[in-house]
């Protein structure tokens, strides 16, 4: 087949038909009350493709190829075909494991009352790993983070802690955080600082401090991801599917890093979040992420949550029950997808969006088979 027949310049001869969707979430969350997503069906599944609105097309254009590959449409490159579920029967059968049926998630703890934090962390359930955010407002948040995080501990005495700044504290900032947050028994602490250079000093600096730091959008909004091992910036890395490209792009990125990594979530609906769970499930498990993360890491795809409403009824769907997600592909439900479905103005600014991706997308899988 000539390249030009599989890399085709219209994306709607490699994704014809797509339903895009309006998901209300629970609450506010990122600033957003909504979420839009757009879903296709290809030879592996069902996938999902929902970069959000703000977003431009050279970054979504990773988004498209993520989703591309999970459906099995990814054309002209190693990944294409039957990946995914040949992929993990694959890495389990080497192993000689049996195949992974679910993974751990942690649950999230948001900036709240010291008061609440018993009653919002007892609507989980059980959960072996919580990641708290702190930072909220930078480095004035501070006081009332130290004030909730004890009193988790004291609650919760046993429970793997992360926690999570969202980059919201410059680097003297971070520093005095760290200070004052390490005696709560941290597993890791999720991008301090913003610069992947201010990481890196923040790293140098603590100067024997019990924190060890983790990447999160020193990863995923980079123009090099892999500038966060060279500079020695984390211990950890956070990826998601979508922003990195899909499951192969981000296996690539971590083994090329070296380091233990978590998979997050991007804000998806259950579709999307079984890619993440499929690559969690894969993580390679070396000596140094047994020491940093234990043997079951949790993972941050347990924000199906967040959602008041999802592509399939609860019982199907990729929501943590005890701690856990499942491990498999989701079919939307037709009716679900109907009811949530977008207006036409809405369907036709998605249908530019996805040709417009696909526009950036092309010339690198082009290129990549030349
Ligand atoms: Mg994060």
């Known amino acids: 087949m000539a390249d030009t027949e599989q890399i085709p310049e219209s994306i709607a001869e490699l994704v014809p038909n797509f339903t895009i969707l309006t998901l209300p979430m629970v609450t506010r969350f990122r600033g957003i009350t909504e979420r839009e997503i757009m879903l296709f069906e290809g030879p592996d599944g069902w996938a999902e493709f929902s970069p959000f609105t703000e977003y431009d097309a050279a970054e979504s254009s990773r988004w ?50 010291t008061s609440e934090v018993e009653s919002i962390l007892a609507r989980y359930g059980p959960v072996g790993t919580v990641k708290a955010k702190v930072a909220e407002h930078g480095i004035d948040s501070l006081p009332a983070d130290v004030e909730r995080l004890r009193e988790f501990r004291r609650l919760f005495p046993s429970t793997t802690l992360r926690l999570d700044a969202n980059a919201g504290y410059s680097l003297p900032e971070a520093l005095r955080a760290c200070a ?166 809405r369907f036709d600014w998605w249908s530019m969006r996805l040709q417009e991706c696909w526009s950036v997308l092309r010339p690198s899988l082009l290129s990549s088979r030349s």
């Open 64 to 113: 498209l190829r993520a989703a591309l590959e999970f459906a099995g449409l990814l054309p002209g490159t190693a990944e294409a075909g039957p990946s995914a579920v040949g992929q993990l029967a694959d890495t389990a059968g080497r192993s000689g494991a049996a195949a992974v049926r679910s993974v751990a998630v942690n649950a999230t703890l948001p900036a709240c009352a």
């Open 180 to 345: 004052e947050l390490a005696e709560l028994d941290l597993q890791y602490f999720e991008q301090p600082v913003a610069a992947v250079e201010d990481m890196a000093r923040l790293r140098e600096q603590l100067d024997g401090l019990p924190v060890v730091l983790a990447a999160d959008e020193s990863i995923r909004k980079a123009e090099d991801p892999l500038r966060v091992a060279e500079l020695g910036a984390a211990e950890v890395v956070i990826v998601k599917v979508q922003p990195l490209g899909g499951i192969a792009a981000a296996r690539s990125i971590i083994e090329a890093c070296g380091l233990p990594a978590v998979v997050s979530s991007a804000l998806e609906s259950s579709v999307g979040l079984a890619a993440g769970a499929q690559l969690a499930a894969t993580l390679p498990r070396t000596p140094v992420s047994r020491e940093l993360l234990g043997e079951h890491p949790a993972c941050g795809l347990g924000t199906g949550r967040l959602f008041a409403e999802d592509v399939v009824s609860a019982d199907l769907s990729v929501r943590p029950v005890n701690g856990q997600i499942p491990v498999t592909r989701i079919v939307p439900d037709p009716q679900r997808l109907e009811r949530l479905a977008v207006d036409q103005g």
